[in-house]
Every structure is written in C-alpha cells, then in structure tokens.
C-alpha cells in the first residue's frame, strides 16, 4: 500500500477528511521550503503538495504565478525539489508529498529518470497539470515501476466517459478543480461540488480531493464534509507574498492558517 493510500486508510478509519496544503517550493527562498513542510505537518497537514516551479505555469491565477516567479529567481530546479524532500524524509517518513507541476521539467529529465529520482527522495504521488491521460502511458509505466502515484486533474466540465478514463489511469487520489478558470479564481459553490462528486463516485471509489476556491476555515469546512480531501493553496500562497520580507515568520503564519482550516475540518 502506497503512503498515499494508507494515509486516506487512516483517515477513514478516524472518520475524518485529508487536509493538504499547496506551497511552491522554493519560494521566497529555498531555505524556507522544509522548515515550511514541517510546520504545514504540525498544523494538521496530512499530504503536502510541493509545486515545481516553472516558468509558464498556466493552469495557475496570479497568486501563484508570482509564487514561482520568486522560486526561479533562486534558480530553483526539479532536482532541487527533489532534494527538499530528501531533506524533508530525514525527519518525516510518514508524510505523504505530492510534486504538482507542469510536464516540461519531467521531460527533460526523462520519465524513468524522474521516477527513479522522485523514488529516491522520498515523493509519494506527482501531478502534471499539462498531461492528459491519453498522452500518460510512458509516463505511468515509469511512475508505477517506482510506486509513484499518477494524480489527475477533474473538471466541472469533465463528462462521464472523461471521468471513466482519468479516475482509471489515476491512484491515490484524484483532484477535483471545482471552478471553472484558474487558481484563486471566483467563489466556491458547494452543491454544485457536491452534485459533481457524486457523478464521479458514480465512476470510481478512489479518494477525491477538492480544490480551487477555498479561503478560509469556514470553506474548508464545507468542502470536508463532502469530499475526501481539502487543497488549499492560493490561501497560503498569497501569505508567502504578503511575507516574502520576512521569511522567518512564513512557517508559523502559515502554521496558523492551516491549523485554523484543520480545526473547522474536525469540527464538522
């Protein structure tokens, strides 16, 4: 059983829903990043997920395009990533990290490379915005030979027979975008959510986590008690910014946030 499964096991089990952050790596600063990770754990994280930076991140809304402007002024790699999880593991070997990022920097490294890699550090599932399922075949046969988990993107759009296809190559999890448009956009209608979970567990019992359009302890609520899974991201992004000055106090203003979210989450 992947760590990924078995955290969502364990949550099942105490009867409560997955709670997982979205940072850039290596903004501000790298030496921000694992600090960072151990403090998201503290306050209630139970998967992290860890952007890749990349230079045309065009699935993401302001807030997190400037997250991975300021990453790459530090020069911030893929294999830099990958060592912030290996940084990370030397301390925390039960936390399940999910590299989300965009297909390019994969490439270049190469599927099997990557995997390997990503093997290696210690990274538990990866998401690539910009890779479809029906281009995905190389790329899962190398995630799957090294216990990586494939984790696709649902859209409000995604009709039967897409959501047949995606939930089939995906596991772990798979990650509900529940607006139409970019991250950090528009706000968040929760029946309208709750109706399209209910399509797509029509098709598949994979754990589903929900994301887009969630601010606050209050939506963070709302949205666990109809889903799997709550990704927050844009939230704590636009804190990093706010605190980008200060780097020293991102861990614990973003510790605050989160442990807000957790205790609305638990408290139904």
Do not use: C
């Not at 070997?93 to 390997?116: D, H, Q, W």
């Not at 899962?140 to 494939?150: F, H, K, N, S």
């Not at 209910?198 to 929900?210: C, H, L, N, S, Y």
């Amino acid at each position: 059983m992947s760590r990924i499964a078995a955290r969502f096991a364990e949550l099942r089990a105490a009867g409560r829903k997955a709670l997982i952050p979205y940072v850039t790596a290596g903004d501000p600063n790298p030496e921000v990043t694992v600090p960072l990770m151990h403090a998201l754990v503290d306050a209630g994280a139970d998967i992290i997920e860890l952007g890749v930076p990349f230079s045309d991140p065009m699935a993401d809304g302001t807030v997190i395009q400037q997250a991975h402007e300021r990453a790459l002024v530090h020069n911030v790699s893929l294999r830099d990533v990958l060592g912030m999880v290996r940084e990370f593991r030397q301390t925390n070997v039960s936390t399940p990290v999910v590299l989300m990022g965009y297909l390019n920097p994969v490439e270049i490294m190469g599927y099997t490379e990557f995997a390997k890699a990503a093997q290696a550090a210690g990274v538990d599932g990866a998401l690539t915005v910009d890779m479809p399922p029906e281009e995905s075949h190389d790329f899962l046969v190398a995630l799957r030979e090294y216990g990586i988990d494939p984790i696709f993107l649902l859209a409000p759009t995604s009709h039967q027979a897409r959501i047949r296809k995606i939930t089939g190559a995906a596991s772990g999890f798979v990650y509900y975008v529940s607006l139409k448009g970019v991250t950090g956009a528009a706000t968040l209608d929760v029946s309208a959510v709750a109706a399209k979970l209910d399509e797509i567990r029509a098709e598949t019992d994979i754990p589903i986590g929900v994301g887009f359009g969630i601010s606050d302890a209050a939506s963070a609520a709302a949205v666990a008690r109809i889903a799997d899974a709550v990704v927050v991201g844009s939230a704590l992004v636009r804190r990093i910014g706010e605190n980008a000055g200060t780097p020293e106090k991102i861990p614990a203003t973003l510790g605050s946030v989160l442990n807000e979210m957790r205790q609305a989450m638990d408290a139904g």
